[in-house]
């Protein structure tokens, strides 16, 4: 479980997961479902000889996201530790890959209807699974840097010292 970035932020595999024509992220679409996409980012629906590669980039997306949880949940006690760039680029990935999954959802979902292999059926139903729980730790990692925004290094220099000294002797901030 190696992290890229210092917090892990970064994205694994751009470019190699290319599920959207015209993208280069796993799934670069970050608009919501009934509404008309340009031509270039039309979903590029692929054949069930794929599922090796969706799945891969399902659970990479997911160990991923659990890693950024897991290191904005070590932050709680002390936001001051992350910056307003951080907190952006978690809230902004995480944000585009949630509103993502639908395309996730029905790729799965048309490989269901087209009678997969007993196998094919397995890994499916795995990557069902994998789904929800990727949607659980991007909801609950927006969540949490929502709520640690507002401790960040830069909400901290930009308050004046008689503000921060008050907090500190009423024991909301820790040194």
């Known amino acids: ?64 996201a659990e890693e950024v949880l897991q290191s904005l949940e070590q932050a709680r006690p002390r936001p001051h530790v992350l910056d307003d760039y951080t907190i952006g680029r978690v809230r902004e990935a995480h944000g585009t890959q949630l509103n993502d999954l639908w395309w996730y959802t029905e790729q799965l979902g048309r490989w269901q209807r087209a009678s997969p292999t007993p196998a094919q059926q397995q890994e499916l139903e795995r990557l069902t699974h994998q789904l929800t729980a990727l949607r659980r730790v991007l909801t609950a990692s927006l969540a949490l840097a929502e709520e640690l925004q507002a401790g960040t290094i830069e909400k901290v220099l930009a308050k004046d010292d008689v503000e921060l000294a008050l907090k500190f002797l009423r024991g909301k901030r820790k040194p």
């Open 1 to 64: 479980m190696g992290h890229s970035g210092r917090w892990g932020f970064e994205k694994k595999a751009p470019g190699k997961f290319g599920m959207l024509v015209g993208t280069q992220t796993a799934v670069g679409i970050s608009v919501p479902k009934g509404i008309l996409m340009p031509d270039h980012r039309v979903p590029q629906w692929h054949p069930i000889s794929a599922l090796p590669m969706i799945a891969k980039a399902l659970d990479g997306m997911l160990e991923s």
